[in-house]
């Protein structure tokens, strides 16, 4: 999409609230931020896109994941998650909200899974058909009439979700043990078959939406869980029917997945992703240099001293947009402290303008 850049763009800006931090600055785009974070996924960018400056993020209460994570942002009302809070997600599995670190967590040691082979026995799917859609939806009317791009949240997917039924451990070795490995893939290919008719109610139910983020993380501070080989095996084909679904729905499809991953890229690709953005602990340059034409990197840049210059800010911001905005090879902007600074932010803007515009 070649528009030409305007300085009015940048002297014109007003600001937003944003969902984390202080209210972000608003330039005046020649576009949507919708219509430019679509471009950006068809790979014809219009800007760098910062990621929650056009985005809407929405997580609906009628999902008992977002519930019993803490985890609500939609426009019914819902309160916030109070500390020490308990509520069951989908499969009734209770999660317990602990407000210093702004999430909830299934209390470790009392799986209710032993043994994957046994997940016929125990674990009962929920009827999400007795979910509210349709209440759900008309509180959300007003709340999704946006021009941002709306990202609907989906927190727990398929190794995540073993977790919580069997606690860490057990469900890391149910993935290698060759007694339970077929179990487990069983259960992933059911989890994505919940999956499928759950985003399908989203995008019946709630037709704005443009895209969705799905979590399964896969790593540590400094390395991943398991091998880039069981991930292939074993859960990659559970989780390429998902996202298979979604792009057959016209949907774009974001991971979210914590940890030291490198390795897993290429798994990430296969798996059908448009995008992921890893922690700090990544080398997203790297990683961008190696994959970034094949999934949308979230790049981190270099860190600017607090204390930094306008001058230094702008500078960095241009070989930051001369290295990870190319035209041919956009990029996702991993929002970090560099991001904050409002020379930064100008300049990254009116470079990757001017680049993407070439």
């Known amino acids: 999409?070649?528009?030409?850049?305007?300085?009015?763009?940048?002297?014109?800006?007003?600001?937003?609230?944003?969902?984390?931090?202080?209210?972000?600055?608003?330039?005046?785009?020649?576009?949507?931020p919708k219509e430019a974070y679509v471009a950006l996924y068809r790979r014809e960018p219009v800007w760098q896109i910062m990621g929650m400056s056009e985005m809407q993020m929405?997580?609906?209460?009628?999902?008992?994941?977002?519930?019993?994570?803490?985890?609500?942002?939609?426009?019914?009302?819902?309160?916030?998650?109070?500390?020490?809070q308990v509520n069951p997600d989908m499969f009734g599995i209770e999660w317990e909200y602990v407000q210093q670190v702004g999430g909830a967590m299934v209390r470790p040691g009392k799986p209710v899974l032993g043994d994957a082979n046994d997940w016929k026995k125990v674990i009962k799917f929920p009827d999400i058909e007795t979910w509210d859609w349709e209440g759900c939806a008309k509180k959300n009317e007003t709340f999704l009439k946006t021009d941002k791009f709306v990202q609907a949240w989906f927190l727990t997917g398929w190794f995540e979700r073993l977790i919580?039924?069997?606690?860490?451990?057990?469900a890391a070795y149910a993935l290698v043990d060759e007694d339970q490995q077929d179990a487990v893939k069983e259960i992933f290919n059911a989890l994505s078959d919940q999956y499928i008719k759950i985003l399908g109610k989203y995008i019946d139910y709630f037709p704005d939406i443009d895209g969705f983020c799905i979590h399964d993380d896969w790593g540590g501070q400094k390395s991943c869980f398991f091998s880039p080989a069981i991930g292939e095996e074993i859960i990659v084909p559970a989780m390429r029917r998902v996202t298979d679904y979604l792009h057959s729905r016209g949907k774009w499809c974001d991971l979210h997945s914590c940890g030291q991953e490198i390795k897993q890229v290429p798994n990430f690709i296969k798996g059908g992703w448009d995008s992921w953005s890893g922690q700090p602990m990544n080398d997203t340059q790297e990683e961008y240099r190696l994959y970034g034409d094949k999934i949308l990197i979230g790049v981190i840049p270099d860190a600017l001293p607090e204390d930094a210059s306008d001058a230094d800010a702008a500078a960095a911001a241009k070989a930051y947009a001369d290295n990870y905005c190319q035209k041919n090879k956009p990029s996702l902007f991993n929002y970090n402290v560099a991001g904050s600074n409002p020379a930064f932010r100008d300049e990254l803007y009116r470079q990757s303008r001017v680049n993407y515009n070439k």
Request: hydrophobic share 35%.
């Open 58 to 84: 929405f997580a609906p209460s009628v999902c008992p994941d977002n519930v019993a994570r803490g985890f609500v942002f939609d426009g019914s009302g819902f309160p916030p998650a109070q500390d020490k």
């Open 164 to 170: 919580s039924w069997m606690d860490f451990e057990a």
């Open 1 to 32: 999409m070649s528009i030409p850049f305007d300085q009015k763009e940048i002297d014109e800006a007003t600001s937003s609230p944003s969902f984390f931090g202080p209210p972000t600055k608003t330039y005046k785009y020649p576009v949507t």
